[in-house]
């Protein structure tokens, strides 16, 4: 009808339908990027704010597909949660960084490894077992493993996640809240559940240089997670302005552009061994 006729028109506007459109062209074509080893891994670099001492590397997904070029993580992780893509491609990471990491663990290079995970992934019940029996299968030590996930994750299924939470640390793994100050936490929560880590999101750290009241925020954050046996954690350190203020603040560890880009695993030991020898 015409009715009818005029609501399809009106539903999206052109730049809506064009984004439903890629959504639905690249959950398609998720489907098949496993199989056709479309993903690999970079790592970002963490340092100790005091000493400068590298200590760490958080592992970032990347997706390259033939039809639509390389695809953020921030766009295609979203529509891999819908679509129920999240839990195989999050192994898949999983897997990917812990067989890197060994591999330079036997080069003598001895740091973190942090890993993204999904809300969707503790859903399961499981997700403990598998990250254990991961973890001893490559030989990586369970202190040097950092599980990394979002305020999301404690607000869809707290007790479930906190089950799994307390399993692994109770081996030695340790967790750290992510995009801290983004979502809707509430420091009751952050008070209850078992945490080893704070990680205040970049878009509070480009505002911490200048006149402003970022670096009070800042400041306040950093202090509210210490008084609680917290470490700290900044990520997108993007000047040398911005890892002095964070040290003055007392920010434990930092990363970003100005320490390093994201590198893939054979870029990565180079760096380490160049970075230790200064
Ligand atoms: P995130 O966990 O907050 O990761 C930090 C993001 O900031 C990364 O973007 C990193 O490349 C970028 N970044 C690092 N330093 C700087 C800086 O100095 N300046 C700026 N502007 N950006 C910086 P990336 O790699 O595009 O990842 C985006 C998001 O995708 C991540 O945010 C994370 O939520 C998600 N993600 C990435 N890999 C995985 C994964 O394996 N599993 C899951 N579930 N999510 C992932
Ligand atoms: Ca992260
Ligand atoms: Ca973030
Ligand atoms: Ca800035």
Redesign the pocket.
Known sequence: SKEQGRNNICFFSPAQHEAVLSRYRIAGLLHQALENNEFF??Y?PQIDVATGELIGA?????WYSPQLGQV???VF?PVAEDAGL?EA??YW??EQ?IKEAAGWGRKGLRFKLS????AR?FQRGEVANRLLALLHEYQLPTALFVV?L?ETCFMQCAEATERELVRMRAQGVRIAI??FGTGYSSLSYIRNMSLDMI?I??SF??QIDGAGTGGRLVQAMIDMSHAMKLEVVA????SAEDLDVLKQLGCDQA????IA??MPASDLEGWAFSYKAE
């Open positions: 891994m970079v970002q958080e592992a970032l997904i990347r953020s993580p921030e992780i999240i491609i999050g990471a999983l960084s890993v993204n995970f999904s992934q990394e979002t992510d995009d990680k999101d970049r750290i480009s990520e997108g350190v993007e990363q970003g552009y100005h880009r994201p």
